[in-house]
């Protein structure tokens, strides 16, 4: 099955400064990602997406990147507010497979005011 | 209309006995999920609907789990005779079938169960 794993687990931030949060898949049939911020005790909230036939999208100070050659997605985060703080998931969906999401682990980010 | 709703939001059970979970998705979304998520871990698919047709499921649905969604509105899942393993928080997500197939899918809050 698809494989999304998240290269840190773990990242601080000054508030204020950007941030960036890494993602890397396996399927490379996969053609849809979504970026998902899930606080403490409630379920995971839509960011931003991407279709693979894109390589950038931007949103409200959020900024997604998809590496197609390299099976790598990132997110970041423009001006890091305390309320970021949350653990950020990256989600594929796989051509072919169904219509599940495959969730990575989650990278916690941690705003430092 | 507010969301997807999940309930209970909080449900602690002794082992062997059964629970069941309700989700009610966002109006017109035909699309529904279920997925478990476990501490520090990323939600992990479990089963997925289609109007009332339940059109995929995951190995991690054991027999002891069932999933319906008899009108094509609200679901549930059922665990029978439960588990300390089962203990997780079960979310439910909704999304609409959209022109193409690259549409987002909306969580609720989840129902946290703890199997004592």
């Known amino acids: 099955g698809e494989s999304v794993g998240l290269h840190l687990p773990t990242l601080s931030v000054q508030e204020g400064d950007n941030s960036i949060i890494n993602c890397a898949y396996s399927n490379s049939a996969s053609d849809y990602f979504i970026w998902y911020k899930q606080e403490s005790g409630k379920g995971p909230q839509f960011i931003i997406d991407i279709r693979s036939n894109m390589d950038k999208r931007q949103g409200q100070r959020v900024t997604v990147l998809l590496n197609k050659t390299v099976k790598h997605l990132s997110l970041q985060i423009a001006a890091t507010q305390p309320g970021d703080s949350a653990v950020y998931f990256c989600?594929?969906?796989?051509?072919?497979?169904?219509?599940?999401?495959?969730f990575g682990t989650g990278t916690s980010l941690t705003v430092i005011p | 209309d507010t969301g997807v709703s999940q309930n209970p939001r909080h449900k602690i059970t002794k082992r062997g006995q059964n629970v069941t979970f309700r989700c009610d998705p966002i109006s017109e979304h035909n699309r529904l999920y279920w997925y478990r998520q476990t501490l520090g871990q990323g939600p992990e698919f479990l089963t997925y609907f289609q109007n009332e047709a339940q059109l995929e499921k995951s190995r991690l649905l054991s027999d002891r789990f069932s999933a319906e969604r008899p009108k094509g509105s609200f679901s549930t899942l059922e665990i029978q005779r439960t588990e300390q393993g089962d203990s997780a928080m079960y979310l439910c997500?909704?999304?609409?079938?959209?022109?193409?197939?690259?549409?987002?899918?909306?969580f609720g809050q989840g129902t946290r169960l703890t199997v004592v």
């Open positions: 997500a909704s999304r609409s079938l959209g022109s193409g197939d690259d549409t987002e899918a909306f």
């Open positions: 989600a594929e969906k796989g051509r072919g497979t169904g219509n599940q999401f495959y």
